[in-house]
């Protein structure tokens, strides 16, 4: 081991572990690396299905984060996370946004203004169709044209954005595991059956971490751009803040990431 490499071990982030938990089969750890952005950033143990939160800390989270109470509304949130998420509506508007970043770096105004104009045009009716609420699919396309469209203008990003933010559905399902089975919502089988249809899930839609990863960051934003405020600056802060995170996961010999193969 170099001099570098051991000033990157020296203040490179300690996996957070939980003594005594129950061993993992290999499914199991697998499900849980879905979720291994949030137990990086948040200091979650890597090997356990929990928050090690207490019941009622775990119960006052969900409520605050999911609306969710009992282990009824439980199963909706994982009904909801399984069966579309935020994925259905960025399926609806990625086509309409690529359409406006392809004429985005320059800056021709008339296309920029014809890209939007057919948005407004036809999303409210295709978010219709779909069950989706035409004004926050109409909201997230307009601020995802502003975040995406000033990158695209000035940081030139290398390529186009993700074809799916599964990954970004499917890693909370992981996230609101912990808390579920924290808060005494779910029973653990439970929780791990859910986990496994997420992989089952997502797995298709990528290639390896990385593409997963990428699926998970540009999820992530979009979930911070469906809301009334628009905010770059939070975003861009919070992005940062995840990147770290999955900057350890994909780079650590150690790592979930790079013990199991996608």
């Excluded at 984060?65 to 949130?77: L, P």
């Excluded at 559905?169 to 439970?190: C, K, L, M, N, Q």
């Excluded at 859910?194 to 997963?212: C, G, H, K, N, T």
Aim: glycine content about 8%.
């Amino acid at each position: 081991m170099g001099l570098l490499d051991s000033f990157k071990n020296m203040f490179s982030f300690k996996y957070n572990t939980l003594d005594g938990a129950p061993a993992l089969t290999r499914e199991q750890d697998r499900g849980l690396a879905l979720g291994a952005a949030y137990a990086i950033e948040g200091h979650l143990p890597v090997n356990a299905l929990t928050m090690e939160a207490d019941a009622r800390t775990a119960a006052k989270l969900a409520k605050g984060a999911w609306d969710t109470v009992d282990t009824e509304t439980a199963r909706e949130t994982y009904r909801y996370l399984l069966g579309g998420g935020h994925q259905s509506s960025y399926g609806l508007i990625l086509p309409y946004l690529d359409r406006y970043l392809d004429v985005a770096p320059g800056r021709r105004r008339a296309e920029l203004k014809a890209a939007n104009d057919r948005a407004a045009g036809e999303l409210p009716a295709l978010a219709e169709r779909h069950g989706l609420d035409p004004s926050s699919v109409q909201r997230s396309y307009t601020n995802c044209t502003l975040y995406y469209g000033y990158i695209w203008a000035y940081g030139q990003p290398s390529g186009p954005l993700p074809r799916s933010i599964l990954a970004w559905d499917t890693a909370r399902v992981v996230h609101v595991s912990r808390i579920f089975v924290d808060a005494g919502f779910v029973e653990p089988a439970e929780a791990w059956s859910m986990i496994a249809q997420a992989v089952d899930l997502v797995r298709p839609s990528y290639a390896s971490w990385a593409e997963f990863n990428e699926g998970f960051l540009t999820g992530r934003a979009f979930w911070q751009l469906r809301g009334k405020r628009y905010d770059q600056e939070r975003i861009n802060d919070d992005g940062e803040k995840f990147s770290r995170a999955a900057d350890e996961l994909l780079n650590r010999d150690d790592s979930p990431w790079n013990r199991l193969p996608w």
